[in-house]
């Protein structure tokens, strides 16, 4: 997990947390629960149906997968300090390693792309490992 | 070419690149499996040992709630599932379950000394009382057998009308039975007495030693809900059981229990009394709970096949599952007593095994159980109010009499 992505991981789990509690209080309050039981055997109404499935996608991302995620990223987070970013000690993402692997050999694989600086050059798959030659 | 394309040349080897990226991927692989399997239940869990020990905060703000739903006008209209018979039983249940959840209160509070809290619990479980006995929540029963429960206890003893409405007698029972041993003398010791002496007549004379619940449809969980009321009778008006107690309590361990598995059987032949329904989680639970007010063997002989044949944990959430897994008895099939089933698993059996759970002191399944209830039950707290946010009137109610079902120290200060 690139540093890019841990960051998008951490967000989109208090993301989801915030809006499970905004869900949470909008069911609570517009007494969802008993206006999808009043429906009964026929369709129930749009707008409580869809907040309902929203409460119950958005509370299983928050409570159950939130959680790992946030100590996966921690995980990753630690990683770039302690060991480099990604790329630095021959660590790279999936993409560069996809683009390598593209268009590579046996045992040299080349391939084309962008240089650039810092962790995003890294993961266009322009590490240190990485000799580039100008075409 | 762009001038900033670059030919790449790799100088090293594949292998040690793919196993840089594997070992930090794996890192966070190993990061996620953990949050995932010791965070989620734990977070869902931690009201759990409030409402085991019954700490007052948490159970007042459920009881809060439940009176705002009770408080309110509510009819068979309000729980519309399609069919009219179980819409009014959804609107019983929902008083007699807010009735139970008041009265336990009031019990433990009443046994600690706190008699304002035990007085006001009983004063919103006197609204239930009421409504329970209201004409609108007895025409679930009396439109199946088109006369009134009440008024077929003024039928001639033995006559032909003299038999059944065991659910709403019995549910009822048992709600005003906990009254009365709360307040032994109350403007309902008439309609009680008079449930109690049917209910015990009925059991006397049946062939099979169970009562009917519908003409022609007997359920072992209904039947335990008359035996804790005749059990709760005797206590309150300090009287040895009826004969017919210990007829009906002999039939469930006969006919009612599966030997197999110990659970209880959801329906019999109401002539033979061949099981026509076969064990599941939602009838034994709710029976384990029932007959921890009559019979505390059976309820944790009843409780202890829960736990062996159908309680699960998954990531440390506790579930009970419908049907047992490993007789492979369509464990997708739902109905209106199970309630939703997902994997497996029912909504209703996972409820009510709360309640069996709490009165069999097993507080470790109490608390598996209850975070999966925080979990899909989405509690809301908001002035000292907790409601369930999928529930609704009758999920908190149910929700409120499993939470407060008395412990076994509890229960026993009750003989």
């Not at chain 2, 009735?99 to 509070?109: C, D, K, N, Y």
């Not at chain 2, 006369?147 to 065991?166: C, E, K, N």
């Not at chain 2, 002999?250 to 209880?264: K, M, N, P, S, Y």
Request: hydrophobic share 45%.
């Amino acid at each position: 997990m690139s540093k890019r992505r841990a960051l998008h991981v951490i967000a989109f789990a208090f993301a989801a947390v915030l809006l499970d509690l905004v869900l949470v209080r909008a069911m609570a309050h517009g007494h969802v629960a008993h206006v999808l039981l009043g429906a009964g055997s026929s369709a129930p109404p749009i707008g409580p149906a869809l907040l309902a499935i929203a409460l119950v996608v958005a509370r299983f991302a928050a409570v159950v997968i939130a959680p790992g995620a946030l100590l996966a990223s921690a995980a990753s987070l630690l990683a770039h300090v302690l060991i480099g970013p990604k790329g630095g000690s021959g660590d790279r993402d999936q993409r560069g390693a996809a683009a390598s692997a593209s268009a590579g050999g046996t045992s040299t694989i080349s391939g084309t792309g962008t240089k650039s600086g810092g962790d995003d050059g890294a993961a266009l798959g322009t590490g240190s490992s990485i000799e580039g030659r100008a075409t | 070419m762009t001038p900033f394309a670059r030919r790449m040349v790799m100088t090293e080897s594949p292998r040690v690149r793919r196993s840089a990226v594997s070992g930090r991927t794996l890192i966070a692989l190993l990061a996620f499996v953990l949050g995932l399997g010791t965070i989620p239940h734990r977070v869902c869990e931690r009201d759990a040992a409030a409402y085991y020990r019954g700490d007052a905060a948490p159970v007042d703000a459920l009881a809060a709630s439940v009176a705002q739903w009770t408080g309110s006008e509510l009819s068979p209209a309000s729980f519309a599932t399609g069919s009219a018979r179980f819409d009014g039983e959804w609107l019983f249940g929902t008083y007699m379950m807010a009735a139970m959840g008041f009265g336990q209160v009031a019990l433990v509070s009443r046994q600690d000394s706190d008699e304002a809290r035990a007085a006001q619990n009983v004063t919103r479980m006197e609204h239930c009382l009421d409504a329970m006995l209201s004409p609108a929540a007895r025409a679930f029963d009396r439109d199946a057998w088109t006369l009134d429960a009440i008024a077929s206890l003024d039928a001639p003893p033995h006559s032909t009308r003299d038999r059944g409405h065991v659910a709403y007698l019995g549910y009822a029972g048992l709600a005003l039975g906990l009254h009365r041993v709360l307040v032994p003398s109350s403007r309902f010791d008439a309609v009680h007495d008079a449930i109690a002496k049917g209910l015990a007549r009925r059991f006397e004379a049946s062939r099979t030693g169970l009562v009917e619940t519908y003409p022609g449809e007997v359920y072992p969980v209904d039947n335990t809900a008359a035996l804790g009321a005749l059990a709760l009778h005797a206590k309150a008006t300090h009287a040895a059981a009826a004969a017919g107690f210990a007829r009906g309590l002999d039939a469930i361990r006969t006919h009612g229990v599966e030997r197999q598995t110990g659970l209880l059987v959801q329906a019999v032949d109401a002539t033979t009394s061949a099981p026509r329904d076969p064990g599941r989680g939602s009838g034994t639970a709710l029976a384990a709970y029932f007959l921890g007010y009559a019979d505390a063997a059976l309820s944790a002989s009843l409780y202890r096949a829960i736990r062996k044949e159908l309680f699960r944990t998954v990531i440390g959430f506790g579930a009970v599952l419908e049907h047992p897994s490993d007789f492979g008895r369509g464990s997708g099939r739902a109905d209106v007593d199970s309630g939703p089933i997902a994997f497996g698993f029912g909504v209703s059996a996972t409820g009510f095994a709360i309640g069996a759970s709490r009165m069999n002191d097993d507080d470790l399944a109490f608390g598996a159980l209850y975070a999966t209830a925080h979990l899909f039950g989405a509690p809301f707290d908001e002035r000292a109010t907790r409601t369930f946010a999928t529930g609704g009137p009758l999920g908190d109610a149910i929700l409120f009499a499993m939470l407060t079902a008395p412990r076994s120290a509890a229960l026993g200060r009750l003989s």
